[in-house]
Structures are given as structure tokens and as C-alpha cells.
């Protein structure tokens, strides 16, 4: 769905007070102009062939053109402000612009790599003292390598 340039030309230059009176509004005209008689302070410019569509409401200070308005006091949807200024049908079937991939996510193995500590005084004070663990269940897996000391910061490698 692309609303083209020309169709929006095309829609800004409809006679909007001639188009609303078709459409059940009751407006009054005050000289170039056209009042809505709901809201007085509502004026509509009579645009001739050439001329653009604008309406102004005082009371508010805003105003805008022939789209704007049926957007505004007629709550339509830009497209069937449009298709409804125009008479034109309006294919509302979106197409991308451009199609996006998403890129592959590459998963990458990260080793973590810690310098294991020449003793393990620190594992053995810290399992066998605080947690209470037995002194030779430890000595077996610290001997097998399933468990170690870290070089840093002295904490316990569970392999």
C-alpha cells in the first residue's frame, strides 16, 4: 500500500466544502469562505480549479488542509481520507520496500582457561576445615584432577 504523490495532489485540490455538503455537513457561506454551522469558528476556504483545500478552525488556533480535515472531524485513517477525497480504490496490501534477513547467529565455544596453583593448600583448608569434608576423599580428587586450586585467586576448580 503506497499512497502516490499524485493522489494526495489530487485530494488537496477537491473542493472540500462542496464535498462535505455532499456528505451531510451543514455549512453556510460568509463570503470566499464556508462556516460550519455546528462550529462557528470553523472556516472552510471555497478553493476554485487550481487552488488548494485549507480550513482553519479559530477557537483552537489549527487548521490544516482537505486531508487533514476529514482526518480530523470525520476520524478517518490518512488512506481513507484519501480514497474517500479522490473516489479512487486503494490497494491496502503492504509491501515491503525491502525484505530483511537476519543474519546468522555464529555460536562460538568459549573456553575458560584458569591457571591452576602449583599446591592445594588453599582447596584443602577450605573443604576439609569450613565445609568439613573428609581429608582423604579430597587428597583422591585433588590427586585424580577433578578438582584443583586456582593460581589467582586460590578458589576451587571443580573440574
Known amino acids: 500500500m503506497r499512497i502516490t504523490d499524485e493522489q494526495k495532489e489530487r485530494a488537496a485540490f477537491v473542493n472540500l466544502p462542496q464535498f462535505l455538503m455532499a456528505h451531510g455537513f451543514d455549512l453556510k457561506k460568509v463570503g470566499k469562505e464556508y462556516v460550519w454551522k455546528d462550529h462557528d469558528s470553523l472556516h472552510i476556504k471555497d478553493n476554485g480549479p487550481g487552488e488548494r483545500g485549507a ?17 480530523e472531524y470525520m476520524e478517518m485513517s490518512f488512506v481513507d481520507a484519501v480514497e474517500a477525497l479522490t473516489g479512487e480504490h486503494i490497494d491496502r496490501t503492504y509491501i515491503p520496500s525491502r525484505t530483511y534477513e537476519q543474519k546468522p547467529k555464529t555460536v562460538t565455544a568459549r573456553e575458560l ?4 596453583a ?8 577450605y573443604l576439609c576445615k569450613t565445609r568439613g569434608l573428609d581429608y582423604d576423599m579430597v587428597s583422591a580428587l585433588v ?4 578438582i584443583a586450586q586456582e593460581e589467582k585467586t586460590g578458589n ?3 573440574k
Open 55 to 71: 480550513w482553519f478552525r479559530f477557537s483552537e488556533d489549527k487548521g490544516g488542509d482537505n486531508i487533514g480535515f476529514l482526518r
Open 113 to 116: 582457561s584458569l591457571a591452576e
Open 118 to 125: 602449583d599446591n592445594a593448600r588453599r582447596v584443602f583448608a
Open 143 to 146: 590427586r585424580g584432577g577433578s
Open 156 to 158: 576451587v576448580l571443580f
